[in-house]
């Protein structure tokens, strides 16, 4: 049974930097694409970001030059690096993996079949 795991969140001020951090407990951790995605308070839950084995990357517009994924497979764990943030950044962060896709990025939640429990960020101004 996969397990993802998220920490690293917290409350900042604009401007800061946080990173989180998402444990993976599976095996072949190394073949899947990992994602973030967030949910502000009656939001729909948006792509952030996603990471390929091969480490392709794909953003949001909104966090684009921004915000960094990477991922550490020795570790079965992938960062976000969010950098510069801002107010509107405030959401549930969660990882997320999509384990039939290998070499392209989704960003469509219904692809991600495992979802974290999710970590809290806010940002105040």
């Known amino acids: 049974q996969v397990q993802l795991v998220e920490s690293g969140g917290g409350s900042v001020q604009a401007g800061d930097s946080l990173r989180l951090s998402c444990s993976h407990s599976?095996?072949?951790?190394?073949?899947?694409?990992m994602g973030w995605f967030r949910q502000a308070p009656g939001n729909e839950r948006e792509f952030v970001a996603a990471?390929?084995?091969?480490?392709?990357?794909k953003y949001g517009d909104s966090v684009r030059e921004r915000f960094t994924i990477s991922r550490d497979n020795a570790k079965n764990t992938v960062y976000l690096q969010m950098n510069m943030l801002k107010p509107d950044d405030t959401a549930v962060y969660y990882c997320?993996?999509?384990?039939?896709?290998?070499?392209?990025?989704?960003?469509?939640?219904?692809?991600?079949?495992?979802w974290g429990q999710g970590t809290q960020v806010t940002v105040s101004s």
């Open positions: 997320a993996v999509d384990r039939t896709a290998t070499a392209i990025v989704r960003v469509a939640r219904r692809y991600y079949d495992v």
């Open positions: 990471i390929t084995m091969y480490n392709l990357t």
């Open positions: 599976g095996r072949a951790f190394s073949s899947y694409v």
